[in-house]
């Protein structure tokens, strides 16, 4: 009975994210609360998730008192939750590893093949395509396409933005959201997750950058970047650029208007709201194994 | 003191800054301002280089020619198809400052950026 209610708090939970957060306002205007609530809610479907089936499961040793079949069953199915387990911790670790392994093949080339430039700290790589990215802690890359096009302050407004990605760790919160993604291929609300934690670091990003280079500087490299090299380059595939699209247009409204910050008092109760919703469903667990009374109250509410 | 892959590094820079074949002592001379480094220790690095697979080299009477076996624009074209992830999942690639746009989209934002920047000074 507290699993039903527990996967209903999970899937209430789930959807309200999915369906909320891409349009709230407060997201926008406050993205680091927007990449919290994310994790928040995938945090508490899980939990709650996990709290259903150990619910499930608790009472297997008092199981044996209603015969051999249903001592059985419950074997069976804790054998079987065990075995999901494992299998998902596996898929997770695998990913992880293939991730890990792929960025330091990829910073390593970049140490070796790309060229040091110590007074903009950044490394400088060879390629007509404006581009700039971050390969890993302190190693913050530049195409020498950028170079070219850009001008003094747009370089120092890219860099500002990388470094923030960096210093925000934002590669690492999208690394997650891909294991995720690979653990639970057919999850729509985790492509969503990541589809929005990927919109929220880059205006993220655009905010701390512009707390000291002009907002119009980032505007412009945004601009010039976007733009496809005379000398060719990767394109990139025609999907990606109608998904990003649209929020590059949204970066660049952001920058040249940008929105007044959240009132104090509203991003306290939102951030209270998203500590605490992590720990509901594990507490609602607990509390109705305890006062089974608590349980039967909650049963009772149920239209 | 610096790590050995910074000294790789910096081999690499050297040679492709030279024009053709370059033999261990000429890269040592060209470090030398920056590295005080032991003619013997760049030797080394070089040799390490040369059998990972980077240099392609030739002799040249009882000592060897080095030289990169691709250009930094080869590699740069690697590193960008890796690390904006073109072929495959889009989203698997390192976050970048911003992806390119098909023509049509990038025009649009050129402009969306001159309205914004006319309403900024209407003058």
Same mark, same amino acid.
């Given at each position: 009975?507290?699993?039903?209610?527990?996967?209903?708090?999970?899937?209430?939970?789930?959807?309200?994210?999915?369906?909320?957060?891409?349009?709230?306002?407060?997201?926008?205007?406050?993205?680091?609360?927007?990449?919290?609530?994310?994790?928040?809610?995938?945090?508490?479907?899980?939990?709650?998730?996990?709290?259903?089936?150990?619910?499930?499961?608790?009472?297997?040793?008092?199981?044996?008192?209603?015969?051999?079949?249903?001592?059985?069953? *419950?074997?069976?199915?804790?054998?079987?939750?065990?075995?999901?387990?494992?299998?998902?911790?596996?898929?997770?670790?695998?990913?992880?590893?293939?991730?890990?392994?792929?960025?330091?093949?990829? #910073?390593?080339?970049?140490?070796?093949?790309?060229?040091? #430039? %110590?007074?903009?700290?950044?490394?400088?790589?060879?390629?007509?395509? %404006?581009?700039?990215?971050?390969?890993?802690?302190?190693?913050? *890359?530049?195409?020498?396409?950028?170079?070219?096009?850009?001008?003094?302050?747009?370089?120092?407004?890219?860099? !500002?933005?990388?470094?923030?990605?960096?210093?925000?760790?934002?590669?690492?919160?999208?690394?997650?959201?891909?294991?995720?993604?690979?653990?639970?291929? #057919?999850?729509?609300? *985790?492509?969503?997750?990541?589809?929005?934690?990927? #919109?929220?670091?880059?205006?993220?990003?655009?905010?701390?950058?512009?707390?000291?280079?002009?907002?119009?500087?980032?505007?412009?490299?945004?601009?010039?970047?976007?733009?496809?090299? /005379?000398?060719?380059?990767?394109?990139?595939?025609?999907?990606?650029?109608?998904?990003?699209?649209?929020?590059? !247009?949204?970066?660049?409204?952001?920058?040249?208007?940008?929105?007044?910050?959240?009132?104090?008092?509203?991003?306290?109760?939102?951030?209270?709201?998203?500590?605490?919703?992590?720990?509901? /469903? /594990?507490?609602?667990?607990?509390?109705?194994?305890?006062?089974?009374?608590?349980?039967?109250?909650?049963?009772?509410?149920?239209? | 003191?610096?790590?050995?892959?910074?000294?790789?590094?910096?081999?690499?820079?050297?040679?492709?800054?030279?024009?053709?074949?370059?033999? *261990?002592?000429?890269?040592?001379?060209?470090?030398?301002?920056?590295? %005080?480094?032991?003619?013997?220790?760049?030797?080394?690095?070089?040799?390490?280089?040369?059998?990972?697979?980077?240099?392609?080299?030739?002799?040249?009477?009882?000592?060897?020619?080095?030289?990169?076996? !691709?250009?930094?624009?080869?590699?740069?074209?690697?590193?960008?198809?890796?690390?904006? !992830?073109?072929?495959?999942?889009?989203?698997?690639?390192?976050?970048?400052?911003?992806?390119?746009?098909?023509?049509?989209?990038?025009?649009?934002?050129?402009?969306?950026?001159?309205?914004?920047?006319?309403?900024?000074?209407?003058?």
């Amino acid at each position: 009975m507290i699993s039903i209610l527990l996967l209903t708090v999970a899937a209430t939970v789930l959807t309200a994210a999915a369906h909320w957060l891409p349009a709230a306002s407060w997201v926008y205007r406050a993205p680091r609360l927007g990449i919290a609530a994310w994790y928040a809610a995938l945090i508490t479907g899980a939990a709650a998730i996990g709290c259903a089936v150990a619910e499930v499961l608790w009472p297997w040793q008092a199981a044996g008192e209603h015969g051999p079949l249903v001592w059985l069953m *419950v074997r069976l199915l804790a054998a079987g939750a065990v075995a999901v387990t494992a299998l998902v911790l596996l898929r997770t670790a695998r990913a992880a590893r293939t991730i890990v392994d792929s960025r330091r093949r990829h #910073r390593d080339l970049v140490r070796l093949t790309g060229r040091r #430039r %110590p007074d903009l700290d950044v490394t400088v790589i060879e390629h007509p395509q %404006p581009a700039a990215y971050v390969a890993g802690p302190s190693c913050t *890359v530049i195409t020498s396409g950028a170079l070219d096009c850009l001008d003094g302050r747009e370089v120092a407004a890219v860099l !500002a933005h990388e470094r923030a990605h960096g210093a925000g760790r934002h590669q690492l919160l999208l690394d997650m959201l891909q294991i995720a993604a690979l653990v639970l291929p #057919r999850s729509r609300v *985790v492509a969503t997750a990541r589809e929005q934690v990927g #919109r929220l670091v880059e205006i993220r990003a655009d905010e701390v950058a512009t707390r000291r280079h002009a907002p119009l500087s980032l505007a412009r490299a945004l601009v010039a970047m976007t733009t496809t090299a /005379p000398g060719g380059g990767p394109t990139a595939p025609a999907g990606v650029t109608a998904a990003t699209g649209g929020h590059t !247009a949204e970066r660049m409204h952001r920058l040249m208007r940008p929105p007044p910050p959240l009132p104090t008092f509203a991003s306290a109760v939102l951030l209270s709201a998203v500590i605490a919703l992590p720990v509901l /469903p /594990p507490t609602l667990a607990a509390a109705c194994r305890w006062w089974p009374i608590l349980a039967s109250c909650l049963w009772d509410l149920w239209p | 003191m610096r790590g050995f892959g910074d000294l790789e590094s910096a081999i690499m820079q050297a040679l492709w800054d030279q024009d053709g074949p370059t033999s *261990v002592r000429q890269v040592w001379s060209v470090l030398q301002p920056d590295r %005080p480094l032991a003619y013997n220790t760049v030797l080394t690095v070089v040799d390490n280089l040369y059998k990972k697979g980077w240099l392609h080299r030739e002799r040249d009477g009882r000592a060897f020619r080095y030289w990169p076996k !691709a250009t930094r624009a080869d590699y740069g074209v690697q590193l960008m198809r890796d690390a904006m !992830a073109e072929s495959g999942d889009p989203a698997g690639s390192l976050v970048n400052f911003v992806r390119q746009l098909d023509d049509q989209q990038s025009a649009a934002l050129r402009e969306a950026l001159q309205t914004y920047e006319a309403g900024e000074n209407p003058s």
